[in-house]
């Protein structure tokens, strides 16, 4: 990735840390954030993001801090009549928590779902041995976008806080979204492999372990061009969609397309 790359896709990187307005004349700032130790060195010209890291790691404790320990959402502490914080959590039970959210594997990964290290500008040493995806690089950059947004905000809390949460995904909605996607996988890993002969099996087992309710059935039949054929609906509540499946002679056919169908829906997968 170069510097002019890096440049065209700012406004794109704006939105997915949630803070698009961002400043066009600090945007250099920003730009920093993506710029390795290895690169400045081969161009003097640019300051590396060392220093956003330091900055971005800081900001991000304070964050932390202050989200835990707000007496308004009560979660951590709040205080008594006589203006004393009192907390259902000690010292060890905080850091606990905050190491939960901000460590590397964690930050690692958010950089990943927002595909960011693709923007990394890097030197050619780091080129070679593939830095951009070394999960240090990555927490690196987390870390340096935050002191970017925490410096051209001038540390303005609402600013980093919105920037954060979008970030860490701790808003409503991607809270929401990771359950969801925990769920299907939990999903997939127990009922393993799917195809047309397990269908009716697997959406059995997905119900006896408590995460569907019971899938419904309904069968119709009828003659085509002097044949029997089937027709069978099925369909899990709480889950969109109704999959309707045909089957010349075989009842039990129709209802394992039937069945393979809704399956893919509840499992996340594309229907062919």
Not at 34 to 42: A, G, H, K, L, P
Not at 101 to 121: P, T
């Amino acid at each position: 990735m170069t510097i002019k790359q890096l440049k065209s896709n700012l406004n794109s990187i704006k939105n997915s840390i949630g803070w698009k307005k961002f400043p066009e004349e600090k945007n250099e700032l920003l730009v920093q954030a993506f710029v390795r130790r290895s690169y400045s060195q081969e161009h003097p010209e640019w300051q590396n993001n060392q220093v956003l890291e330091f900055i971005g790691d800081s900001v991000l404790d304070d964050f932390f801090v202050r989200k835990m320990c707000n007496p308004a959402s009560k979660q951590f502490g709040s205080f008594t009549k006589k203006y004393q914080f009192v907390s259902s959590k000690n010292e060890g039970d905080l850091t606990e928590i905050k190491k939960k959210y901000v460590n590397g594997d964690e930050l690692s990964r958010h950089i990943d779902n927002l595909k960011f290290a693709q923007f990394l500008v890097l030197g050619g040493a780091d080129e070679k041995n593939n830095v951009r995806n070394k999960k240090a690089a990555k927490e690196d950059l987390f870390e340096s976008i935050i002191g970017a947004v925490a410096l051209a905000c001038n540390f303005q809390n609402e600013v980093i806080d919105k920037v954060c949460n979008t970030m860490l995904e701790l808003n409503e909605t991607s809270q929401e979204n990771n359950k969801s996607n925990k769920k299907i996988l939990e999903m997939r890993k127990l009922v393993g492999k799917v195809d047309f002969d397990n269908a009716v099996q697997s959406l059995t087992i997905l119900n006896q372990n408590k995460y569907i309710p019971v899938p419904k059935y309904q069968y119709s039949g009828g003659n085509k061009n002097g044949s029997p054929e089937w027709f069978c609906t099925c369909t899990v509540d709480g889950f969109g969609g109704r999959i309707n499946s045909s089957a010349q002679s075989k009842k039990k056919v129709a209802r394992q397309i039937a069945a393979l169908g809704i399956l893919n829906i509840i499992l996340g997968y594309k229907n062919d």
